[in-house]
């Protein structure tokens, strides 16, 4: 066997740190998965030698272009985009697309990195990818949002394929703009294939895929109460964002017999301290994708309620927190905040909302705690359904993604217990994941060999 470049976890990062500079939420992410996978694979000389974590640290390619399009005012207007693909050892790049103002290369190589240890942990075969652009959806017209996407796939089509990268939605990409991206493909390339996920329900879309992460993410909330013999009946919770992920969390938890108290958006948060009905969401949905309005409008509908300006939710008192809305929203003194007050479980419907200082706070003081490659999964789970619907030409009933989803939330948590059960019982959730994300791909790296 040749000499392995066998450093330590500071050397190994100190070289991340110089090859990706100024990267800082791709450093991130990076620290948090390599000094668990350190451990782990301290006495596996093959993984080591055949140098598989700095390999999945690198990107297989990033690919960045330009975007033109035209404003309702004959402006034009020049946006940034990109694709990283990250890693396509299990399956196809499978990852989301985000339009939003702080979207950076660093942004999409940390979530095409965390995507890839995520959709290992579904068990289904799909690599990691991600994509986005700096576009800002807030305040375009319908007519902008169409040309802008258009003009988005006209240069990514080229880059995916059902079988080489199926992107999908996140933070500013929904329904709307995946129909505008998917005809403007099958337009291009006159094929119609699923090379894209989240599509609406008339062309080739799952059901379930709309609902399936925030959902997911309280199921695997209620999976780590369940190991504890602990349910959420009757249990508050306070959730940040206000989008896709947020709301069908707190659907899901109202289902279960919790009470939801908080949601948000970049603006502040609304603490409503009756509970947020099923109707309230409804309402919600309605405020944020039709009307496409801000949370503040909620205390002019629902009286009792109160908006916090530039605040976000974490000083209310809650026994759960989802932070549902987007990375480092949750630092060291939010979580120290929340542990003084008693939180007891906190599960990530985001990619990294919480910061590593956030982490450690919750870990010493040994709150449940789910990182978003873990709760988070069930979205890109039901959209590798979607794909496996589009290549049989069938659509499945409610009945069997909904179980599927189930099943496969269950599958995560029993890999991160196998993985990162500790002394007294207490379930590093965070190591588990990595942990477990980890060993499937780099086993099929091993395979392939070098390159
Ligand atoms: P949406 O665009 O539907 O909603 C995003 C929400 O987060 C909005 O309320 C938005 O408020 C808020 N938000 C976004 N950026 C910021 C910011 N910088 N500061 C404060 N609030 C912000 O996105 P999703 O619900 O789809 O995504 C939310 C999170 O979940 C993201 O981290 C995403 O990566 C993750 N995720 C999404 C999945 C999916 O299937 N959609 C799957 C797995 C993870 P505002 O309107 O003010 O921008
Ligand atoms: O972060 C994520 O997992 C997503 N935005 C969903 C990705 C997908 O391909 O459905």
Known sequence: MAVSDHVDLETFMAGVEKRNPGQTEFIQAVREVAQDIYEFIDDKEQYHAAQILRRIAEPDRVVSFRVCWEDDNHNIRVQRGWRVQNNNAIGPYKGGIRFHPSVTESVLKFLAFEQTFKNSLTGLPMGGGKGGSNFNPRGKSDAEVQRFCQSFMTELYRHIGPDTDVPAGDIGVGGREIGYMFGQYKRITNRWEGVLTGKGMEYGGSKMRPEATGYGAVYFLNNMLTHKGLSMEGKTAI????????????????????KVLTFSDSSG?????????QEKIDWVKHLKTVKRGRINEYVEEFSGASFHAGKRPWEVSADFALPCATQNELNGDDARMLVKNGISAVAEGANMPTTLEGVKVF??????????KAANAGGVAVSGLEMSQNSERLAWSDERLGQSLTDIMLGIHEQCVEYGNSEGGYVDYVKGANIAGFKKVADAMLAYGVM
């Open 363 to 372: 870990h010493d003081a040994k709150i449940m705690y789910a990182p978003g």
């Open 269 to 277: 948060y609304i603490h409503d301290p009756d509970g947020i009905s």
């Open 239 to 258: 959730i940040s964002g206000s989008g896709n992920v947020a709301t069908h969390a707190a659907e899901k938890i109202v289902q279960l017999g919790g």
